[in-house]
């Protein structure tokens, strides 16, 4: 039978006791029989995929409707605690004789841990995204039905998508005065696309969103703001004493988090294994990660690599431009040039560019220094008309692969969607057309 042992309860109350989130939930994600939620949680915790990120941008926007503003060090804090208060129950059900439950907790004791410790910090417990709706489905069929409904919200199969589209299908079905489902649904809309303009935490020189982000400075040890706005970045340095303390906090915070994350007990059977990875959404998916038995349609359709994806073309230009480049520096290609590319390619796509001419770098000048930046250049340099793109060099490099195509994939459903609901639009006015014409005619 599949269970929590009294061995296993060692081991994480060890990473309990250390404060070490990752390897905490990432022992009970390897569990055989585990129900998903350690694998759900390990999204939340490294804020690296949409359902974590989204998790993450919910709870923080209740915090702040309730007058709490907390920072990155604050809301790890209030993560061990409910690590702790989690592991707790945990070891009362082995001690129990209920070595199941143990391992698959009742979400009345996931949403009750949750519960004590947002209202520990005057945070409204329904900060936690899933918890209306878990009430909403027992006003209707009592916590049998909340156990469908968790289960469901933990099913990471299928990329997501039968998750998010149940979860849609729940909240119609348990609307009523109390969920309120279009204020519910709004929210977690809100929340959704917040999540897009972040970043994971997992990185301590990079801290903020795509978009804006302070950077940390190895050589000078200070923070720079970059600003982008898909056609240039402005690059400041930051002066303020308090932000600098609060960056150099974060920093720390997230150094001490990479540390932990190598820290295993040694009674810990999974060592020898990689560290799980966060469960991805459709949109989402690692086109660099081939599925079981061959690789899946989904990572193909988000592959630019691919011949048949729409970007192909692009990527190959940005590929042979960063070639040339490597060409014109005497260096071989590298990763760092495959990953160069796929940064300038979601950067071609996000700035409109139609193709890559030219990959340049910035030459030294009063606004960068030499190399500082990558340009993606549609046209001829020399002739006005020519359009470009810009990045920090750096930032195009140390990007993952990965990282960028899914960016670049999250972009395209974006930009689908647009084109999708304008094309309804259009087509429910020639409707409305035809029905004021036909009614017209009816009339004469």
Not at 45 to 52: K, L, Q
Not at 118 to 133: S, Y
Not at 160 to 174: F, I, P, Q, W
């Amino acid at each position: 039978m599949a269970g929590i042992t009294q061995q296993d309860i060692n081991v994480l109350r060890h990473y309990a006791d250390s404060g070490n989130r990752e390897l905490y939930w990432n022992y009970l994600a390897h569990k055989d029989g585990n129900d998903g939620y350690g694998l759900l949680a390990l999204g939340v915790v490294r804020n690296d995929n949409a359902p974590g990120a989204t998790a993450n941008v919910f709870a923080d926007s209740q915090a702040r409707r309730d007058g709490v503003s907390m920072s990155e060090r604050e809301w790890n804090s209030f993560g061990v605690d409910l690590m702790r208060s989690d592991l707790e129950r945990r070891q009362h059900y082995e001690r129990s004789g209920r070595p199941e439950l143990a391992l698959n907790l009742p979400v009345r004791d996931v949403e009750d841990v949750h519960d004590a410790s947002f209202q520990k910090r005057h945070i409204n417990p329904d900060a936690w995204t899933p918890r209306q709706l878990l009430d909403a489905a027992r006003r209707h069929g009592g916590e049998a039905e909340a156990e469908k409904v968790w289960s469901m919200m933990l099913d990471n199969s299928a990329l997501g998508v039968n998750r998010a589209s149940e979860t849609m299908a729940d909240v119609g079905k348990y609307d009523d005065a109390q969920l309120n489902a279009l204020s519910y649904t709004w929210r977690m809309t809100v929340a959704r696309i917040g999540a897009s303009h972040t970043l994971p935490i997992t990185d301590p020189d990079r801290i903020g969103a795509p978009n804006f982000s302070y950077m940390y400075d190895q050589q000078t040890r200070g923070w720079n703001t970059w600003v982008s706005d898909g056609e240039q970045t402005v690059v400041q340095p930051v002066r303020d004493p308090q932000q600098l303390r609060e960056l150099d906090d974060t920093r720390a915070l997230r150094l001490e988090r990479q540390q932990l994350r190598q820290q295993f007990h040694p009674d810990d059977p999974y060592r020898q294994q990689p560290v799980m990875r966060s469960p991805q959404t459709l949109a989402e998916a690692d086109p660099m990660e081939p599925a079981r038995g061959g690789e899946s349609l989904a990572a193909r359709a988000a592959d630019p690599t691919q011949a048949a994806h729409p970007r192909n073309a692009l990527h190959q230009q940005c590929v042979a431009g960063t070639h040339a480049l490597d060409q014109q520096l005497g260096r071989s290609p590298d990763a760092d040039s495959a990953c160069m590319a796929a940064s300038l390619t979601d950067l071609a796509a996000r700035s409109g560019l139609e193709r890559v001419d030219h990959v340049l770098l910035s030459e030294r000048g009063r606004t960068a220094q030499a190399g500082e930046l990558v340009f993606v250049v549609q046209g001829d340099p020399k002739d006005p008309a020519h359009l470009r793109a810009q990045m920090p060099s750096e930032e195009a490099v140390r990007t993952p692969v990965a990282q960028s195509f899914e960016r670049l994939a999250e972009f395209d459903r974006q930009q689908a969607l647009a084109q999708t609901q304008q094309a309804a639009m259009q087509q429910d006015v020639q409707q409305q057309d035809a029905q004021r014409q036909s009614t017209a005619a009816i009339r004469i």
